[in-house]
């Protein structure tokens, strides 16, 4: 059984940090990109940063480029999301999704259960 389990979400101040972790497993996920999506209260899901299986390609949504870091651990089934100078609008469900090919993911083959990040002001 595939699973994707999101940790590292919480409470945080405005222009704190925060360090999201998915672990994978139930198969190897070699030529998948593994990626971040976030759905804030009454709004759709959108797409915040994903990376290829080797991690050459990251890619990021305009709104957190410059704050925030995807990375991979292949040899731990891993991905983080290292998020800096965290705003209020940055809250959200925090998702983590695998999908086959390259990093550009508009969606997810397999996803996580999502993780609550909260920022206060």
């Known amino acids: 059984q595939v699973q994707l389990v999101e940790s590292g979400g919480g409470l945080v101040q405005a222009g704190g940090s925060l360090r999201l972790s998915c672990a994978t497993s139930?198969?190897?996920?070699?030529?998948?990109?593994l990626g971040w999506f976030r759905q804030a209260p009454g709004k759709e899901r959108e797409f915040v940063a994903s990376?290829?299986?080797?991690?050459?390609?990251?890619l990021y949504a305009d709104s957190v480029k410059g704050r925030f870091t995807i990375s991979r651990d292949n040899t731990k089934n891993t991905v983080y999301l290292q998020m800096n100078s965290l705003k209020v609008e940055d809250t959200a469900v925090y998702y983590c999704?695998?999908?086959?090919?390259?990093?550009?993911?508009?969606?997810?083959?397999?996803w996580g259960q999502g993780t609550q990040v909260t920022v206060s002001s």
């Open positions: 990376s290829t299986w080797a991690g050459s390609t990251t």
């Open positions: 139930g198969r190897t996920f070699t030529n998948y990109a």
């Open positions: 999704a695998a999908r086959w090919g390259g990093a550009r993911m508009t969606s997810g083959d397999y």
